[in-house]
């Protein structure tokens, strides 16, 4: 009886130990990869949830998080969200229609944008000259200063994605609203 009691603890021990060795593995989504520079001509990475519905900005040592609020996409909406510390950078403010936009960031900067449109594009200016160019339907290299800037186009570059872009139909993602008959 002593012997079986004392094996079965073993038993149970070493599975218990084999679960948590199990458990310890890492995953990863496969992101859709866009490559560009920073203001200081480094090499940046944005990587695109395959569902559109956030982005990763690589840059350096920072990481960002780049997503819409209840992915509603208005410039309101925008969110900047440091990964390392789980703090927000930057927050939209304002809109287009009213000639009130901005984008608010965490050290009390902010930059002022308007939007220009042209039949096949627009451009976003901001705060030193245009942040955001879209000629002939297609987005047009321009040069940034701060990183404020850098991180406005970044913002900027994921909306021109989810535009033009459709999400493969395996990663489509449903909003089941949940009603009541009260």
């Not at 982005?55 to 209840?70: I, T, V």
């Not at 440091?82 to 900067?109: H, K, T, Y």
């Not at 200016?125 to 406005?152: C, I, M, Q, R, W």
């Amino acid at each position: 009886m002593k012997s079986k009691t004392i094996l079965s603890t073993a038993v149970l021990l070493l599975s218990c130990y084999w679960v948590k060795a199990q458990s310890s593995s890492t995953w990863e989504i496969p992101m859709i990869e866009v490559n560009y520079q920073n203001p200081k001509g480094e090499e940046a990475k944005l990587k695109v949830d395959p569902g559109f519905r956030y982005a990763e900005l690589e840059s350096e040592e920072k990481n960002y998080r780049l997503f819409y609020h209840r992915n509603r996409p208005f410039i309101k909406d925008i969110r900047i969200v440091d990964q390392m510390s789980d703090l927000q950078v930057a927050r939209g403010r304002g809109g287009f229609f009213f000639g009130n936009a901005r984008i608010e960031f965490q050290d009390g900067s902010e930059i002022k944008l308007k939007r220009k449109k042209s039949a096949n594009g627009y451009e976003i200016t901001g705060t030193y000259g245009p942040v955001f160019l879209v000629k002939n339907h297609a987005f047009t290299p321009t040069k940034t200063y701060e990183e404020s800037d850098f991180l406005a186009q970044a913002m900027f570059l994921f909306r021109r994605i989810q535009e033009t872009q459709n999400p493969p139909t395996a990663v489509i993602y449903q909003n089941n609203a949940i009603t009541s008959n009260r």
